[in-house]
């Protein structure tokens, strides 16, 4: 199922940003806090996983190529500017993009009136309580 496809996708371009950006990180309760938040990932990221066959799974896994521009941009980004606010503000807006993505997918299953499975709107959950716990670094 194409949802399961994306939360795959979103969760481990979500737990690879996090292990980018966890070297620019020098606050430990920040460090703490966006550490705990990949291990969430990681969980949504298995139970989805273990929905899709080895072909599915294939296409949904990011690929070399993006992983390494994710790096690069991360590197970049977070070079120029590792304080708190701008590390927050930088998983927030990856957080943004999770949320887009998914809700997509879940607007697409509504329409064609499939029922939403439970780990989609827990994953949307998910984003918005990091989301409000890293606004405290703002």
């Known amino acids: 199922m194409k949802i399961f496809r994306e939360i795959v996708r979103n969760t481990a371009m979500g737990a690879q940003s996090i292990d980018n950006i966890l ?3 020098e606050c430990d309760k ?3 806090l966006v550490l705990s938040q990949k291990e969430v990932l990681e969980d949504f990221y298995k139970k989805a996983e273990g929905e899709l066959g080895e072909e599915e799974l294939e296409d949904a896994v990011t690929k070399p190529f993006q992983r390494m521009m994710l790096k690069a941009g991360v590197k970049m980004n977070a070079g120029f500017d590792n304080s ?3 590390l927050a ?3 927030i807006d990856g957080y943004n993009m999770g949320i887009t993505s998914v809700q997509k997918c879940i607007n697409e299953l509504s329409r064609d009136g499939v029922e939403v499975p439970d780990l989609a709107r827990d994953l949307m959950r998910c984003y918005d309580k990091n989301i409000k716990s890293l606004r405290t670094y703002l």
């Open 84 to 86: 708190n606010t701008h």
């Open 30 to 32: 920040l460090k703490n």
């Open 23 to 25: 070297p620019y990180i």
């Open 89 to 91: 503000s930088m998983l």
